[in-house]
């Protein structure tokens, strides 16, 4: 019994490994044999080969490092702000109805601008350095971490309140011991959210002004005409993002033992 | 506390209550008049929606009355209590802290580490989770769980005990093992308990008195003295006789038809 459902998993794995790793070689595969053959034009869409060529070549240059090192330190500069201040004004909005009333029709309105559209004035208030794109990733995550934040504490379960009420528990002792820990996934939920925001924010940030960065390095590309470097950036920032979002899920998995 | 009914604990007084769902008025509660001892288990039961519940959750403070009063000690209840606690259908349990931890979150007043970990330990031991400690409320079984909440809610050493149909979630056998955990507690702790629920057998094994309510509006229909030795025998003829009395409140009508086809 035991051997036959063990036997079942594996075919089963075995299949499943099987897509997950066979469709995208078949697809690498063809997208190569079909540059080879010049049915793909390699000025438009480069090889996979030219790709990875292009990887080697820029980090052993030094130059992907560089541009790197730039985009994350400005990613978690702002990312860190953004989420700080999201976490506080969600626990403000969410905890005071006054507060909340006080902040709707601004936060409604400045809520739905594109991020990329304040990148002028960011400029022009914070100047082309550093600044206004930090300020810039940390208003985009900001929008994220605020309403997932905010969401979290005013969905805390009256049961759990009523219960405190019954004990006749103090205000912050309510606070502190039943809705922090009870929002604390829809915070998670905001941050993995804000992340991704970060990232969105950062290429448009240094695509339109920046002489460094991942960003600057996909536009930079297309000025020189060098497609498979703007792979190469754009690859650059999905695969960290995936790593960053698992270790944000297994720092989830962690401090929530309770889901 | 007045020297005259120093023994009365809760006294309810031509109390209502009246809902408002959907701009229309809703009468929930008429014309309530009740005295709990102390000391004394009281059982309310009725069908679902008689306002059984509701009439538990003014006694805890969770709820005002429309017309008339409350009274714990002689004090109208405005708000909930320490000296009053309740226990809810569903454990309520916080599911991100263990078995002591949400024992000890019950306990209101501030006493040292040590003491506290006394407290819970002993709470822990009398209802019967030593070695559970550090489980997690998914970790535990319906019952189990029901257990930490009853602890939880004994950590402040309440005169009252209120419990809204506490084992109405739990299967046949648990439940029954419940009853017997809940009437050793009571005997050890020697507080004042009013227990709300559906089941007749649960309200009459239980209970010195049996309250049962009408439906829409919730009235007390009668009031059933149980005068029977605990552990009390589900199948005695004393306890079959107070069941046949209880049924009739409810299906009058229907034990009519029998009795005329018969």
């Not at chain 1, 790793?21 to 793909?40: E, K, N």
């Not at chain 1, 390699?42 to 560089?66: C, M």
Request: hydrophobic share 45%; proline share 4%; charged share 20%.
């Amino acid at each position: 019994m035991n051997r036959l459902k063990n036997q079942n998993i594996t075919t089963n794995d075995i299949l499943n490994w099987t897509i997950l790793v066979g469709v995208p070689a078949v697809f690498l595969i063809s997208w190569q044999v079909l540059g080879d053959r010049d049915i793909i034009n390699g000025s438009v869409l480069p090889t996979p080969y030219k790709i990875i060529d292009t990887l080697r070549q820029s980090i052993e240059s030094g130059s992907l490092q560089k541009h790197f090192y730039a985009s994350i330190v400005r990613v978690l500069l702002g990312f860190a702000a953004g989420a700080a201040a999201g976490v506080i004004a969600g626990f403000l909005t969410g905890l005071f109805e006054k507060v909340n009333k006080a902040v709707a029709v601004i936060f409604g309105v400045l809520r739905p601008i594109p991020m990329i559209g304040l990148v002028p004035l960011f400029i022009l208030w914070f100047g082309i350095g550093e600044k206004s794109k930090i300020v810039l990733i940390a208003v985009g995550t900001f929008w994220s971490v605020l309403l997932n934040t905010e969401h979290g504490i005013q969905n805390t379960d009256y049961k759990y309140l009523e219960v405190a009420r019954m004990l006749e528990k103090s205000k912050f002792t309510t606070l502190a011991k039943i809705i922090f820990p009870a929002s604390i996934p829809s915070i998670f939920t905001g941050l993995r959210l804000g992340l991704s925001a970060a990232w969105r924010c950062l290429v448009a940030a240094e695509m339109l002004a920046s002489t460094k960065g991942v960003g600057y390095m996909i536009s930079y590309a297309r000025e020189l005409a060098q497609p498979s470097l703007m792979f190469v950036g754009l690859l650059t920032i999905g695969f960290v993002g995936i790593i960053i979002d698992v270790l944000i899920t297994k720092l989830q998995l962690k401090l929530i033992k309770w889901t | 506390m007045s020297g005259i009914q120093d023994d009365v604990l809760v006294k309810i007084e031509d109390l209502y209550k009246v809902f408002h769902i959907d701009g229309k008025p809703v009468e929930v509660l008429e014309d309530i008049n009740l005295e709990v001892k102390q000391g004394e288990f009281i059982s309310i039961v009725g069908a679902s929606g008689c306002g059984k519940s509701t009439l538990l959750r003014i006694i805890a403070g969770l709820e005002t009355a429309t017309k008339g009063k409350a009274l714990f000690e002689n004090n109208v209840i405005t708000k909930p209590s320490i000296h009053c606690g309740m226990v809810f259908q569903e454990s309520r349990l916080f599911p991100w802290l263990n078995v002591r931890k949400n024992i000890e979150f019950g306990l209101s007043r501030r006493v040292d580490k040590q003491t506290k970990r006394d407290i819970s330990q002993q709470m822990i031991d009398l209802v019967g989770l030593a070695g559970f400690e550090k489980a997690l409320p998914r970790q535990l079984s319906g019952g189990m769980q029901q257990r930490v909440s009853i602890a939880r809610t004994l950590v402040n050493n309440p005169k009252l005990l209120l419990l809204d149909e506490p084992f109405g979630a739990l299967d046949a056998i648990t439940k029954i093992h419940m009853q017997n955990e809940l009437l050793r507690i009571w005997k050890a702790e020697k507080n004042t308990m009013i227990l709300v629920t559906h089941d007749i057998d649960e309200a009459i094994y239980l209970g010195d008195k049996v309250i049962v309510m009408s439906n829409k509006p919730g009235k007390i229909r009668n009031v059933i003295p149980v005068d029977l030795p605990r552990p009390r025998d589900r199948s005695s003829i004393d306890f079959m006789n107070i069941r046949r009395l209880i049924y009739k409140e409810f299906f009058e009508e229907t034990e009519y038809k029998i009795e005329y086809y018969l």
